[in-house]
């Protein structure tokens, strides 16, 4: 899917500057930082979602350890 992406111009000269050094192309730097994005999304919501499951199983037992 195609799409049109504007930069401001400083972060445009920061993608410039790190595509140069690593020797790839701006487009793929992007496709690599949107990706990273959305991994690490996924695992946050994962972990949030883990963290829920043991709250609500062990909830008596949190609430005992508050008021100890």
Do not use: N
């Amino acid at each position: 899917m195609a799409m049109t992406l504007r930069l401001p111009p400083e972060l445009d000269a920061q993608l410039d500057a790190l595509a140069a050094s690593r020797h790839t192309s701006k487009h793929a730097l992007l496709i690599e930082a949107a990706d990273r994005f959305v991994s690490g999304q996924s695992k946050t919501d994962r972990v949030l979602s883990a963290v829920d499951e043991v709250g609500d199983r062990y909830s008596d037992a949190l609430t005992r350890l508050e008021d100890a």
